[in-house]
């Protein structure tokens, strides 16, 4: 059985409310709401890594009663259902209060090692922050989150998790395009985990009110509880923290820009405390190189959040984040300090992933230019950034080949079309290799586990969707099983690896999507 503490709930003011009407909740940070039980609730997938630190055991798993409590059926003892308050800037804009809509924490179990797991069910039905929504989410879109934050995980980057994917038996109507085109889907509900699932757009909520009592409330629960290193005096303690949380910001966006991952809402609402990757949307993963792409087609005229933003805008949240946390210090220092030290965290990790990715022991100006050349090079070229990684640990130092790349043109005109540059780059690159002092295979071994060979690719995840939908799961349990282990190649799996095929370069769904979910 899981212990459960819920210091969320035992800490914090809640609403005096408990109905799931409609409403602005003031001076309160979460209500107290029951998930909506569903028809016929079908368990899809787990994770196996995430039961176990849970301690569910594999009876548990395959019971009918673990269905109904993560399907929103049936509570377990010391559960307290509950949706937070908070706020967030959208595309730029402050949206005032938003709150979890369609998200409900069941409890916060402490497992035997003491690590803390908040367990929240995503599309549980209404809750009083789901505005005119129906708190629900539809199979494709949880599919990809299960997928999604799972993968992340096993490939380094910090992230929520997620214990099960469960259909719920009922439908839900979507406008896939918001262009008059709704269809009944299939609903679905995902289990997500993490320490803690507070938000930047927590903090602001508080703060845009002028509630400094509640925001305070918040700042001191969440250094107490999820930064219990840190200590000292209230001012220095909370500079310390805002500090970390830059930190972990910055590592957080350089691991994202290492593996190609899109987010394509990154609203403050969407921004985890703990620098973990949180709220799986309508993101993608960057397959030719691109800068400018963004997978959400809201997004598409703006291009606030595509690939190459990422960075810039993380820091414009930080900083509305910092503008939030001011009324608590005396002396902003502390606060513009947090946001240098998101900036040199940044750089310093995405200089040690560069070195690591070409297989360099060091970065000195000349790999640095070789570095952004590559960069440019695939973009002009229109080459896989995923698969030319990848592929780099195979160029031979002594005679380097353009054909070793092949694997990712998606263009091959454009390739040839930039010949002469390419070998010119290739000389200078094998170069470098043949100043490395490691035996070639031990290079090559420390390349292949910093580029993987497997990411969850758009069209492989629409692949397992439509193969879903139909109700054959093998797909699924066949690609989840090869993005446990991504940076090892794996006999039988080549088609987890392959670049995007044609069909997919427009399809919805594999290039395009929608916050409809
Ligand atoms: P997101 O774009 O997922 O970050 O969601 C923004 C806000 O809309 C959050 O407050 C969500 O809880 C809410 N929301 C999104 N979809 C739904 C839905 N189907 N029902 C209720 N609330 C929703
Ligand atoms: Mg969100």
Same mark, same amino acid.
């Given at each position: ?13 809640? &609403? ?9 909740v003031?001076?309160?940070?979460w209500s ?23 301690g ?12 109904? !409590? ?18 967030g800037?959208?595309?730029?804009h402050?949206?005032?209060q ?48 299960? !997928? ?28 896939l ?38 925001l ?5 629960f969440?250094?107490a ?11 220095q ?23 190609g ?10 921004l ?6 949180i709220?799986?949307?309508p ?5 030719d190189?691109?800068? &400018? ?14 690939y ?57 100006d ?19 950034l ?21 694997a ?36 090559q ?34 690609w ?16 987890h ?14 290039s395009?999507l929608?916050?409809?979910s």
């Amino acid at each position: 059985m899981l212990r459960f503490d819920n210091r969320f709930l035992l800490e914090l003011p809640g &609403d005096p409310r408990a109905d799931d009407c409609p409403r602005q909740v003031h001076g309160a940070l979460w209500s107290a709401v029951l998930p909506t039980p569903v028809a016929a609730p079908r368990l899809l997938a787990h994770s196996p890594e995430v039961a176990a630190a849970l301690g569910i055991d594999a009876a548990t798993l395959a019971s009918p009663e673990f269905v109904q !409590v993560f399907a929103g059926n049936r509570l377990w003892p010391g559960m307290q259902p509950w949706a937070s308050n908070y706020g967030g800037h959208q595309f730029g804009h402050w949206a005032g209060q938003l709150g979890d809509g369609r998200a409900i924490s069941l409890g916060e179990a402490l497992a035997a090692d003491g690590a803390r797991h908040e367990l929240q069910l995503k599309g549980a039905g209404r809750t009083p922050y789901s505005r005119h929504a129906d708190g629900r989410a539809v199979l494709r879109s949880s599919l990809r989150e299960f !997928v999604c934050s799972e993968a992340m995980h096993h490939l380094g980057v910090a992230t929520t998790r997620a214990l099960s994917l469960i259909v719920s038996g009922e439908e839900v109507v979507r406008d896939l395009f918001y262009d008059g085109h709704p269809r009944a889907e299939p609903g679905a509900i995902v289990c997500r985990v993490a320490p803690s699932f507070i938000r930047f757009g927590h903090f602001e909520l508080p703060a845009a009110r002028g509630d400094i009592g509640l925001l305070e409330r918040l700042v001191e629960f969440t250094i107490a509880r999820d930064f219990p290193h840190l200590s000292g005096p209230p001012e220095q303690r909370r500079g310390d923290w805002f500090v970390e949380v830059c930190m972990r910001t910055g590592r957080l966006l350089a691991n994202w820009m290492r593996v190609g991952f899109v987010h394509g809402v990154m609203n403050t609402d969407n921004l985890s405390i703990l620098g973990l990757t949180i709220d799986y949307g309508p993101y993608g993963w960057l397959e030719d190189f691109d800068p &400018d792409w963004t997978p959400n087609t809201t997004d598409f005229e703006g291009r606030r959040y595509a690939y190459g933003r990422q960075p810039e805008i993380a820091q414009w949240n930080l900083s509305a984040l910092a503008g939030a946390l001011a009324p608590l210090f005396s002396d902003p220092a502390p606060l513009h300090a947090g946001l240098r030290a998101y900036a040199q965290t940044f750089m310093t990790e995405q200089a040690r992933w560069t070195a690591a990715r070409f297989g360099w022991e060091r970065l000195d100006d000349e790999r640095l230019r070789l570095a952004r050349d590559f960069h440019a090079l695939l973009q002009r070229c229109e080459i896989d950034l995923t698969l030319a990684f990848r592929l780099l640990a195979d160029i031979d130092p002594e005679a380097p080949s353009l054909q070793t790349l092949e694997a990712a043109w998606y263009r091959p005109a454009l390739v040839a079309a930039e010949a002469g540059e390419w070998q010119s780059w290739l000389g200078a690159y094998a170069g470098t290799l043949r100043a490395d002092p490691r035996p070639r295979a031990q290079r090559q071994a420390a390349m292949n586990a910093v580029n993987p060979l497997y990411v969850p690719r758009n069209y492989l995840a629409q692949l397992c969707i439509d193969a879903a939908e139909r109700g054959d799961l093998a797909p699924l349990h066949e690609w989840l099983e090869t993005l446990r282990r991504p940076c090892e190649e794996q006999p039988g799996r080549a088609h987890h690896a392959a670049r995007r095929p044609e069909w997919a370069r427009e399809r919805p769904g594999c290039s395009m999507l929608s916050c409809s979910s």
